[in-house]
């Protein structure tokens, strides 16, 4: 049997707890299924969709939103200089306050 790494690629909520974008891969699984993640420009209510190195992720962070492009895939959660070094922040928009 082989690894989701090795396979080319990743169940996204498994991705976004590895990358350290969500403390606990439940709390990765709520966020994709309230629909705030959008992977390579669409948006994805499925925790089990892969995702492959070289896609573009859109994530809300707090009162931020951060766009990501994914390097590599990760093989573990690690400490996050190991998380950082696998995507390529794209830009960081502010939430818009009124």
Same mark, same amino acid.
Do not use: C, N
């Given at each position: 049997?082989?690894? &989701? $790494?090795?396979? $080319?690629? #990743?169940?996204?909520?498994?991705?976004?707890?590895?990358?350290?974008?969500?403390?606990?891969?439940? #709390?990765?699984?709520?966020?994709?299924?309230? $629909?705030? #993640?959008?992977?390579? $420009?669409?948006? !994805? /209510?499925?925790?089990?969709?892969?995702?492959?190195?070289?896609? /573009?992720?859109?994530? &809300?962070? =707090?009162?931020? #939103?951060? !766009?990501?492009?994914?390097?590599?895939? &990760?093989?573990?959660? =690690? &400490?996050?200089?190991?998380?950082?070094?696998?995507? !390529?922040?794209?830009? /960081?928009?502010?939430?818009?306050?009124?």
């Amino acid at each position: 049997m082989t690894s &989701p $790494g090795a396979a $080319g690629s #990743i169940r996204l909520d498994k991705l976004l707890w590895y990358l350290r974008f969500a403390r606990s891969r439940s #709390i990765a699984q709520a966020m994709v299924a309230a $629909g705030h #993640i959008r992977l390579d $420009g669409r948006r !994805v /209510t499925r925790a089990s969709a892969a995702v492959h190195a070289g896609a /573009t992720l859109v994530l &809300p962070l =707090g009162e931020r #939103i951060e !766009v990501v492009r994914l390097l590599a895939l &990760p093989g573990r959660r =690690g &400490p996050a200089s190991e998380a950082q070094a696998h995507y !390529v922040r794209l830009g /960081t928009d502010a939430a818009a306050t009124s």
